[in-house]
Structures are given as structure tokens and as C-alpha cells.
């Protein structure tokens, strides 16, 4: 049977599966399952009226639903809660000021009449339509999500992604909502255990292993060995998988997984990696078809050059694939240029690209030429997920150049390689003393140490590089030695050494706001970029914005999503890649303009606006400081990190190495001359499990 009540008080209330026991307004107490309900809900129970020995006469709860809300209040809540695209709290309240307590039956039936409320045009009428209808098919489906600690803003995304068939897939194989962007495997597991999925359930086990993988691949790893990932797996599943290798003989069978001797693969991962041999190869085999009379043509200034660039310039002529590296300082850049001059000079057609578009756009202003991010020089399309050019459809070049190679992570470098012609090509350019990509692999450093591929390692450091302390301390640091600090003013290099990291955050502040825009003309949102190990503590990334943001922001327009607010005029960053924005991880932009009433906001990253509605602010964060991680690729005037013993997990040569050459102008570290000395001494990055060139 069903009855329908508003929950007016909890006598019980597990938090942690959701049992409780409310009293509801009739005065009978409802028990089971009431996750998420709040205080004042109104719901339609169904279950039936028992008896309890101790207790009395109690509602049994099978399954429940809210109920719309009646109440004017109840209502401007409701739809100004950000469910429907287009209204805003607002818009709500002119909405409900207008129709009343018939607000929500007039978006069901007569929706033209919203043409009478202040603010809403035909088009935008057509965007509350359409969105309510979405609204109302995926009601179901959120309400049922509900009970399982599902926030509105997921439950949206399963809808968009699984439609009418979401509850089905909950009930039948609640993992396969791990296919779902912000829903991982505890989440899905949670809802499994709660529909009566066993431990040992194929689905469970299934998504589990992948899972691991999946973390393992977060962490840059293309693969796991069996005894680690069993062992990982027997600590999330609490389940032994150490007898198991028939079930994992299936999972190889059926495509997931990738069994290479006592190695295991995620199989797009272990395919990616020998394509990418594969491609190389077939590179290395196919000749020059230069001629010597060609060669010939080509005037190069050897006084302009240095040997080791010279031979840089005639590799590229001689073989189809060349990588060419160096440090901060040793001439890549006009190595690169002589390469291109030279191709050029004999007429030929060349592209050049990065892994970012930061990156793409520091590229093509060194060298002066248009450079795309990767995704947009393979024509990447969102919508079918897939790469318009392929092998099948290669790219036109006789040149192709690719920048910031120790960015690329496996996948990527596999779409890349798949777009060359044999006849094309490909030179790769990096430096491989950086940190490794974010994704997983080793790419660059795998290519250099495979030893096939010709190599034009720069280590020169030229006369006017020499100049700089920056370069001169990036290479101490790479060799492992104390960075040389004068405390000359006219010095590009500065270390304040502040043992007290409380004191830190408010140092940083008072640069960024007073002194160096004071000093040096620096613009603390265009010139001044804060780099930190970590995101959390008192000089990470968290608290640096906020408090950048309250001293160097007086803005009184924003919006808030969760515990982030953003004003007009905030530094922000991209945090994973929007292909249909065309917007990727670690581009950065500023907000120029915020709808409080819509609650979206636009910010200008380079040249574009890009708009983001209110659903998408949580892939949106303050870059007033960010990651070392997310700097990569990026080149700023001036450069200021702290660095503290509490940062001791993230203190690695490498980090410290990448911060330091991120800086064009003037590098500021602050902090313990310990915690300095430890990352300088600290070589051992994370080994990432990686076989390209090496898979036995």
C-alpha cells in the first residue's frame, strides 16, 4: 500500500546504510531505508502497516519517492536548484512570484505562458523546455539514485548516459556505472551490496580488477605484475584472487585484460604500447629519399650553430623519426628552427604541434609558426569519440614537429604515431629530465633509452644562457647540486629561506599583491604564477588561492559551487580535457562574466570565451596557484614556490627541476634550505611500470 507524509522528525538514523526511523506528520513511524531524506520532505511511501512486539504499530519502507513540492517556498527551491537549464533561483522566484503554487503544473502543461515572466524570451523558453522535459523523464531515476547517496548531479549524468534503461543497469549491473566520469568503484559497490550483489559476484570481481588498473594507469603505470595487482585487488574486494588465474585467463579472453607473462594490462594500454613499437619500426626501416643534390641545396650558417645542432639539423634530413632534447638553455629552440628552415628551403610541408594548447601557443610565438594542440591537428570529434585522422586518413606533411614530448602519455602517442605517413617525418622534441606525463607511460624517457631511435642530446649551454641563473641552477638541480643563491638584485634566481612554513602563504601574498609588481612591473594575474607540490597544507594549492584570490580580488559579482567560489577577474584553471569546449587539463583563463541568475560564467582562456554552466564548475578551479603537475608545458615571466619538509612525499628532483624551468624571467623559492636539499637529493621518482621497447 501507499501512503503519502512529510517526514517531521528522525528517533533513528544510520548514516552509514541509510536505515532509519522517522515519524512522519500523520504521527505513524516509518522504518527501512530512507537515505538522503531530509527534515520536512514530503514522500510517497510504499510498504505495508505491521506491528512490532516492543514498538508498536510501525510502517515497513519497501521503496519511496519525493513528492513535488506544494509550498511556495518548496518550489522556488526546487526549480531554481539548478535541475532545470535556463532557471536560475532567480528566475525561480519571478517564476513562482508570477504562477504561484501552479509554477510546476504550468511548466508540465502550458510552458508559453513562462513568456509572460520577466526575463524569458522564446529562446530561452525553448532551452526550460527542453530541459524540463529531460527533467521529468530522468525524475525516476534520480529519485531511485536517491537511496543510494547519489547526488542529482550524477544521477544526471547516468541519465544522459544510460536513458530510460539507468534504474534497469542499476538493478541488473550497478558497476557498469563506473563508465560514468565522477563515479568510481566504491560508489558503484555501494549500490551493488545495497541491491543484493554478492562479494564474489563476477560483475563485482570484474570491475574491480579494472578498477585497479585504472588507478595503477592514474598513477603511470601501462601495467601491473600479477602478485601487485592480486594483491591490491584482495584489499579492495576483500576477496582472495590469489587461486584465480582462470578467471583472469577470461578476463583475457573476452578482451579486458592483457596477460603477458606475469604481467597485466588493461588491453587498450598493452595494444597502444606495441602499435606504438610497431609505428617506429616501420619509421626506422623507411630511407631517406633525399637526394645528395637536395642536400646540397641547404645553406646552413655553421657559425650560427653548434656542432651538436648541426648534426641535430642533418638527422632530420637523413632518418624519419628524431628526437631531439636538452635542457633549459642548450639551444633546442634553435636547433628546431634550423630544422624547419631547412625543410622549408627545399619546399616542404610542415606542422607543428603540442600536448596543450598553453604549450601549442608558447611553440608557435618561439617559432612563428601556427601550432595546434594534438587533439586539433588529428581533427579529434567528441561526439563519435574517435580520431579523423588515422592511419587510414594520415596527415599531410612531409614534416611533422611535436613539442613537449615528455607530456604525451601512451594513448596519445599512440593516436600520434598512427597518424604518420611512413613517408612523413617525426620529430619529437622534449626534455627528459621533466616530469613524466600525468597519464601513463614513459614515453620519452622509454624512446631515448630504447636506443633505436636517433637522438640529438643538446648539452651546451650557450653564452647568453649562461647569463641567466636560472639555467645555470635548473642544471645544478639536474645534476643534484645546491642551487647558486647571491642575493645579487639584479640576480633572475631567489631563494628566501622561511623555516616557518605558517609564515609562508602571507609571504607569498605580499609579493604577488605589493612587492614584485612594485619592483619589477610584474602584473600579479598575467606575469606572476605560484607553483606548489601539493594541493593541501598551509602552502598548498587550496590555500594559496584563497587567499590570493581575497587580496588580489575586491570583486563583489560570483556564484559558489560546493566549498569554490569564483568572482569576475579570477585566475582559473581547466582541470581535465573538454573536447567539445575545445578546452583541455591546465589551460588558463580569467572570468569575465558571471550570470547569478543562470549561475554560469564565462572566462577568456587566450583569445576565446568559453562558457560554463553551472553543472560544469566542478572540472573549473583558482589558478592563482597551481600544481607543478598542471605548469607543465607552461612558461611564465615570473615563478614563485614554496617548498617545506611537509611537502616530503612530492619532494623529488624532477618536480623541483620542471618548477624551475617553467620560470622565463625570475624564480622565487621560499621556504627551508632542508626541504630544498631534500628534493635536490631525492632522484628516485615513482618507478612506473612501462615496456615499450622492452615487452619480453
Known amino acids: 500500500m501507499q501512503i503519502e507524509e512529510v517526514v517531521e522528525s528522525f528517533i533513528y538514523k544510520n548514516e552509514s546504510n541509510g536505515y532509519c526511523v522517522a515519524v512522519l506528520s500523520n504521527g ?3 522504518v527501512g531505508i530512507l537515505s538522503a531524506v531530509k527534515l520536512g520532505e514530503k514522500l510517497k511511501l510504499t510498504g505495508e502497516f505491521v506491528t512490532h512486539p516492543k514498538f508498536g504499530e510501525q510502517f515497513k519502507v519497501d521503496s519511496y519517492a519525493l513528492v513535488l513540492p506544494t509550498t511556495i517556498d518548496g518550489i522556488v527551491k526546487y526549480l531554481g536548484s539548478g535541475l532545470v537549464k535556463g532557471i536560475g533561483p532567480s528566475t525561480a522566484e519571478k517564476i513562482v512570484g508570477l504562477f504561484q503554487s501552479e509554477a510546476i503544473d504550468v511548466l508540465d502543461n502550458e510552458p508559453e505562458r513562462l513568456l509572460q515572466v520577466d526575463g ?6 525553448e532551452v526550460i523546455k527542453k530541459s524540463w522535459e529531460e527533467q521529468k523523464a ?12 547519489i547526488s542529482p548531479a550524477y544521477a544526471m549524468k547516468i541519465f544522459n548516459m544510460y536513458g530510460r534503461n539507468s534504474i534497469q543497469i542499476v538493478k541488473e549491473n550497478p558497476y557498469l556505472l563506473t563508465n ?13 551490496k545495497s541491491v543484493g550483489f554478492a562479494d564474489d559476484n563476477h560483475y563485482r570481481l570484474k570491475s574491480g580488477i579494472v578498477y585497479v ?5 592514474n598513477d603511470g603505470h601501462v601495467y601491473l605484475p600479477l602478485t601487485e595487482l592480486i594483491q591490491k585487488c584482495n584489499e579492495l574486494l576483500e576477496v582472495d584472487l590469489s587461486d584465480s588465474l582462470l578467471f583472469f585467463r577470461e578476463l583475457d579472453k573476452d578482451g579486458t585484460i592483457k596477460i603477458s607473462g606475469e604481467n597485466i594490462y588493461l588491453q587498450y594500454f598493452y595494444k597502444a604500447e606495441r602499435s606504438i613499437e610497431y609505428k617506429i619500426k616501420d619509421l626506422l626501416r623507411t630511407s631517406c629519399k633525399l637526394s645528395q643534390a637536395q642536400l646540397n641545396t641547404i645553406v646552413l650558417k655553421s657559425d650560427y650553430y653548434s656542432e651538436e645542432q648541426l648534426e641535430a639539423i642533418r638527422n632530420s634530413l637523413l632518418h624519419k623519426i628524431l628526437i631531439l632534447t636538452g635542457g633549459p638553455g642548450t639551444g633546442k629552440t634553435t636547433a628546431l628552427k634550423g630544422i624547419i628552415d631547412s625543410y622549408k628551403q627545399l619546399g616542404k610541408k610542415i606542422m607543428l604541434a603540442a600536448p596543450t594548447g598553453r604549450a601549442a601557443k608558447r611553440m608557435s610565438e618561439v617559432i612563428g609558426m601556427e ?24 596527415l599531410k606533411a612531409d614534416l611533422v614537429v611535436i613539442d613537449e614530448v615528455s607530456m604525451i602519455d601512451t594513448m596519445m602517442m599512440y593516436h600520434l604515431v598512427d597518424a604518420i605517413h611512413s613517408e612523413t617525418t617525426l620529430v619529437l622534441v622534449g626534455d627528459v629530465d621533466q616530469l613524466p606525463s600525468v597519464g601513463c607511460g614513459n614515453i620519452l624517457n622509454d624512446l631515448i633509452r630504447s636506443g633505436l631511435i636517433p637522438t640529438a642530446m643538446l648539452t651546451k649551454i650557450f653564452r647568453q644562457a649562461e647569463q641567466s641563473q636560472i639555467v645555470i641552477n635548473a642544471h645544478r638541480i639536474n645534476k643534484g647540486d645546491f642551487p647558486i643563491v647571491t642575493g645579487n638584485e639584479t640576480s633572475d ?3 628566501i629561506q622561511e623555516p616557518d612554513s605558517s609564515k609562508i602563504p602571507s609571504l607569498i601574498v605580499e609579493l604577488c599583491s605589493k612587492r614584485l609588481p612594485a619592483k619589477y612591473k610584474f602584473d600579479p594575474l598575467k606575469d606572476i604564477q605560484v607553483l606548489s607540490p601539493m594541493y593541501k597544507g598551509e602552502t598548498g594549492v587550496d590555500n594559496i588561492n584563497s587567499l590570493q584570490q581575497s587580496m588580489l580580488n575586491n570583486s563583489n559579482t560570483f556564484i559558489t559551487k560546493g566549498d569554490k567560489l569564483f568572482k569576475i577577474g579570477d585566475k582559473v584553471i581547466q582541470l581535465r580535457n573538454n573536447y567539445d569546449k575545445d578546452i583541455y587539463n591546465g589551460d588558463i ?3 569575465t562574466k558571471i550570470n547569478k541568475n543562470d549561475q554560469n560564467l564565462e572566462a577568456e582562456f587566450g583569445e576565446r570565451l568559453v562558457r560554463f554552466e553551472y553543472s560544469e564548475l566542478e572540472d573549473v578551479s583558482l589558478a592563482y596557484a597551481v600544481t607543478v603537475h598542471k605548469s607543465q608545458g607552461s612558461e611564465y615571466p615570473c615563478v614563485i614556490m614554496p617548498i617545506t619538509t611537509s611537502h616530503y612525499v612530492m619532494l623529488q628532483r624532477n618536480l623541483l627541476y620542471t618548477a624551475v624551468t617553467r620560470a622565463s624571467q625570475m624564480m622565487i623559492l621560499i621556504g627551508s634550505r632542508q626541504a630544498l636539499m631534500m628534493a635536490i637529493k631525492n632522484k628516485k621518482s615513482n618507478k612506473r611500470y612501462t615496456s615499450l621497447f622492452s615487452e619480453k
Open 493 to 495: 634566481f631567489f631563494f
Open 120 to 125: 524569458i524570451g522564446k529562446k530561452k523558453l
Open 213 to 217: 588498473l585504472n588507478n595503477a594507469a
Open 371 to 394: 601550432a595546434k594542440t594534438i587533439h586539433r591537428l588529428l581533427e579529434y570529434n567528441p561526439e563519435a569519440n574517435l580520431f579523423l585522422v588515422n592511419a587510414d586518413e594520415p
Open 28 to 30: 505513524v513511524k516509518a
Open 138 to 149: 530522468a525524475k525516476d531515476i534520480m529519485i531511485y539514485l536517491q537511496s543510494f547517496d
Open 589 to 591: 583563463g580569467v572570468i
Open 180 to 192: 560514468v566520469w565522477g563515479i568510481g568503484f566504491k560508489t558503484a559497490d555501494k549500490i551493488g
